[in-house]
Nanobody, 117 residues
Framework: QVQLVESGGGLVQAGESLTLSCAASGTTLAFNVMGWYRQAPGKQRELVATINLGGFTNYADSVKGRFTISRDNVKNTLYLQMNSLKPEDTAVYYC???????????WGQGTQVTVSS
């Protein structure tokens, strides 16, 4: 059974940094695309960043230049380096992984990021 487990969330002040990790277990699948999404209270879940097997990345405009997504395909782990955090970055951050060959998409349980002003 595939599991995605996020870690690294917490409470920080505006301007500080956090690094999120997402470890995949229970599979030897090479996920075609992995990504981070977030959901703030009262809002819909939104894309933060994605990265494919080749390392091509895509970012939401709101995080470009501040966040960096990366992956370690050997460890099957996804990362999100978040710099210059703003209060509007406060949300639950979810890890996502897609295995196109078997048509499956997986989600982690989420990790809370809170940025105080």
């Amino acid at each position: 059974q595939v599991q995605l487990v996020e870690s690294g969330g917490g409470l920080v002040q505006a301007g500080e940094s956090l690094t999120l990790s997402c470890a995949a277990s229970g599979t030897t699948l090479a996920f075609n695309v992995m990504g981070w999404y977030r959901q703030a209270p009262g809002k819909q879940r939104e894309l933060v960043a994605t990265i494919n097997l080749g390392g091509f990345t895509n970012y939401a405009d709101s995080v470009k230049g501040r966040f960096t997504i990366s992956r370690d395909n050997v460890k099957n782990t996804l990362y999100l380096q978040m710099n210059s955090l703003k209060p509007e970055d406060t949300a639950v951050y979810y890890c996502n992984a897609a295995a196109v060959r078997i048509g499956s998409v997986y989600w982690g349980q989420g990790t809370q990021v809170t940025v105080s002003s």
